[in-house]
């Protein structure tokens, strides 16, 4: 049939299914008004029709995005379910069980399908369509690229080259197979996807909320759900994919709100941030926290109200009713039982006097078992040297406790909390009220950065530890870098099996930029597979060497060339050049938006790499580099981070260096063997396996990128730093696993031993617990 005559057919289809559309919708609309009886009914029913009104979409959203064509059967897919009175099925919801063989089917296994259908449409209207007709693939296999292999065609391609926006869209029409896999497992897992930059982890994460409250309607509501991203910024970004889904009502969480108090984003030590992320802080808070509660100094008998006759209590009573109550519940609890224990046995003890007041009851009360908040309590804490100290015990060393002690601000209000004290805090709301609200399924997104302290703050919310837990190793950044996720899935594990998969197809990165970043992967993970890149981008990376004093105007004249050709752009700037960047705005009248202060706007966006973090432009100018490595904890990492979230193109302005890593030639034969560095897959050959995980060159193969304006200079002898960088994170690693499974009281013997062992200075060795 002439392609023209085919969309004339699919447009009938499409207006039939709409009317069947609309029909519900007008009669959902005036269900309420049918409805007779109390108002009380009337209002059930119009809250039951306006639900199932959100399910079926706007009146302008196209009636469906596919279609497939299976045993002489034609399906048609998309957002919503549209059947008519008689039942009849027009088109399939995307969760349904029904719609699995459209993401399912691959030319490896067809699972029956003739043909998958991919509309183009402007409201309901079909513009175009594209067809995979697997049995046409399978016949020309050898002619196939290597993304039309792996399952990626035009419909993704097409989809992938759309301008992007400050907000995430959903991928409902075009979810890949190993995607798909990963979207419907089972509700009863703590499933961990680790993928590269853009591989869809969160797009995945996303659509699997919305499986599952499809297809686990009974145990699963969207008030179950909670999603916690890493900053304000990201939950703006990622929040409207959901409702678009139809599903609204989903919690979204920051990590940095996570608690009775946000935090301020005081900048903090690494080393500072990396204490307070530690599980022995929950030990500290908890004795501390105990610790407030204890019968007055100085004193033999606690005495309720004043005068002749007030009810008294001797301290063995006290202490033997504090005993019941410490340490049994939370300290709230604890406390008004107290008080009940007081009240009661001052009025008896009154005899025929008057009982006392509550006020005198309650400033006997607060003597022994002071009224705490979180906020309260961690400000006393860090405020005093012998309350860290009797709160640590053995678990903290003086030099722990220097660091944690803080001058207290003059009022609690203008007490300036950091990322890391927010999970403290959380902590202590838990032992002083009880438990926050608790959430049968949740994801946790970037959670590659998160701290044990920060893990248990979202372990606690959770049911059973049924959650979908995405991030990559090599973008792990921060005090809390991991290099694997072992440990991350201990501190969330609960009643559920852990499952881990790998997400291996890069989406947003195009293959020239992937290839300019892949450089510093064997600097930044050399464990980490890079992922397989589907597309070619529309430019190389543009590379311009400024003088330094030029870095901020040569960045903004970049953002301004990208801004004109009305590209959504994204400036990342370390903090030394930051003021000069929005300095150079405002003088230039430039209007843009600032991802710190959470915004995204339409044109240009200034973003701290850090923040940068899981958010993506049709441009990306990255200024200074060096900075950005030098800055940051995991230097390389960081720069992964920023160098990869362009959809199309890259400009790094640098004052010399656009690449700062150490050129092949200086690396030690050891770095270069533990070089993994990509570049896009040639199309595999007939017969090898496309699942597995694509074999790396080395670093001397890599193709030459093309320099606009300079060559990339390796910056000057960093083969040393590489050394010590491996030294430093084995180092690391085995302080971590000897922190965990030898008591401090045994260390010395075990460095002793070591030693021995190893043969070495006392010195070199007692570097691992610095
Ligand atoms: N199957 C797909 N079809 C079309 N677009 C896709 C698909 N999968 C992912 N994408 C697109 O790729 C981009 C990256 O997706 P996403 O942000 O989920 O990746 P990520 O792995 O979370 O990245 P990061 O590690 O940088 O946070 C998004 O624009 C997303 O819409």
């Not at 109390?38 to 469906?64: S, Y």
């Not at 900075?627 to 990869?644: C, F, S």
């Not at 690449?659 to 040639?682: F, H, I, N, R, Y």
Request: proline content about 6%; some cysteine; overall charge negative.
């Amino acid at each position: 049939m002439p392609k023209a005559a085919e969309l004339a057919q699919e447009q009938k289809y499409f207006d039939r299914a709409w009317e069947e559309r609309e029909r519900k919708r007008a009669n959902l609309k005036i269900a309420h008004q049918a409805a007779g009886g109390p108002n009380k009914g009337i209002a059930a029913v119009k809250r039951a029709a306006d639900r199932e009104l959100e399910k079926i979409g706007g009146p302008d959203d196209p009636v469906a995005f596919g279609r497939f064509d299976q045993n002489g059967n034609c399906t048609y897919i998309g957002n919503h379910l549209i059947s008519t009175d008689e039942r009849d099925v027009l088109v399939i919801n995307w969760q349904a069980k029904a719609a699995e063989p459209f993401y399912r089917a691959t030319i490896q296994d067809t699972l029956g399908l003739r043909l998958k259908r991919t509309f183009t449409t402007e409201r309901n209207k079909v513009l175009d369509f594209e067809d995979v007709v697997f049995a046409k693939l399978i016949e020309n296999l050898e002619e196939l690229t290597g993304p039309e292999q792996w399952g990626v065609d035009d419909a993704v391609l097409r989809d992938l080259d759309a301008a992007r926006s400050g907000e995430m869209r959903d991928i409902v029409q075009t979810i890949h197979a190993a995607q798909y896999e990963l979207i419907q497992k089972p509700l009863d897992r703590l499933l961990l996807i680790q993928g590269g930059p853009g591989t869809g982890k969160t797009a995945v994460a996303l659509h699997r909320i919305s499986w599952l409250l499809f297809n686990h309607q009974e145990a699963l509501s969207p008030q179950d759900c909670l999603v916690v991203g890493p900053n304000p910024t990201f939950t703006r970004y990622i929040k409207s994919v959901l409702p678009g889904l139809g599903d609204a009502d989903v919690n979204y969480r920051d990590l940095r709100a996570l608690g009775p108090q946000s935090s301020h984003g005081t900048p903090e030590e690494v080393e500072l941030a990396r204490i307070k992320g530690e599980r022995r802080m929950a030990t500290l808070l908890r004795t501390g926290l105990w610790q407030r509660v204890r019968f007055p100094e100085r004193v033999e008998v606690l005495e309720i109200g004043t005068g002749r006759g007030a009810p008294t209590f001797t301290r063995q009573e006290v202490e033997a009713e504090l005993r019941r109550h410490v340490r049994r519940g939370t300290y709230t609890a604890g406390r008004l039982a107290f008080r009940t224990y007081l009240t009661i046995q001052s009025g008896q003890r009154a005899g025929r006097r008057a009982a006392p007041t509550a006020q005198a009851i309650d400033n006997a009360v607060e003597r022994v078992w002071p009224s705490l908040t979180a906020q309260a309590f961690l400000r006393d804490l860090f405020g005093s040297r012998e309350r860290l100290l009797a709160a640590g015990g053995d678990d903290f060393t003086a030099r722990d406790i220097n660091l944690l002690q803080r001058t207290p601000a003059e009022k609690l209000s203008e007490e300036k909390w950091s990322d890391a004290d927010v999970a403290l805090l959380d902590e202590l709301d838990e032992l002083i009220n009880g438990r926050a609200s608790t959430y049968t399924h949740i994801v946790v997104d970037e959670a590659q950065d998160l701290s044990p302290m920060q893990l248990r703050s979202i372990r606690r919310r959770s049911r059973t530890g049924s959650m979908t837990v995405v991030g990559d190793i090599a973008q792990s950044t921060g005090a809390w870098a991991r290099d694997s996720w072992e440990e991350v899935a201990a501190d969330l594990t609960g009643e559920v099996e852990v499952e881990s998969a790998d997400l291996t197809l890069g989406y947003r990165v195009p293959r020239q930029v992937f290839e300019f970043a892949a450089q510093l992967l064997p600097f930044a993970a050399p464990e980490v597979t890079a992922p397989r890149i589907v597309r070619d981008g529309p430019a190389e990376p543009e590379l311009t060497e400024v003088e330094t004093a030029e870095l901020a105007t040569a960045a903004v004249a970049a953002a301004r060339q990208h801004a004109g050709s009305g590209r959504f752009v994204g400036v990342i700037a370390p903090d030394r050049i930051r003021p000069l960047v929005i300095d150079e705005f405002k003088e230039r009248d430039i209007s843009w938006a600032d991802v710190s202060a959470g915004e995204l706007g339409q044109s240009i966006n200034l973003a701290r790499p850090l923040e940068a973090k899981g958010l993506e432009f049709d441009a990306v100018v990255v200024v200074d580099p060096t900075g950005i490595v030098e800055e940051a904890e995991r230097g390389y990492r960081m720069l992964y981070v920023a160098l990869t979230r362009t959809t199309k193109y890259l400009t790094v302005v640098h004052d010399g260096v656009a690449m700062p890593v150490p050129s092949p030639d200086g690396l030690p034969d050891e770095a270069k063997a533990l070089a993994t560095v990509l570049t896009v897959e040639e199309p595999p050959a007939e017969g090898e396996d496309i699942t597995a995980a694509p074999s790396l060159p080395e670093l001397d193969e890599l193709p030459n990128v093309r320099h606009s304006t300079a060559a990339p200079k390796p910056a000057p002898s960093h083969g040393a730093d590489l050394a010590n960088m491996i030294v430093r994170a084995a180092s690391a690693s085995v302080a971590e696993q000897i922190r965990a499974s030898v008591a401090p009281a045994q260390w010395a013997a075990l460095l002793d031993q070591l030693r021995r062992d190893l043969d070495v200075s006392p010195d070199d060795l007692f570097e691992l617990f610095d």
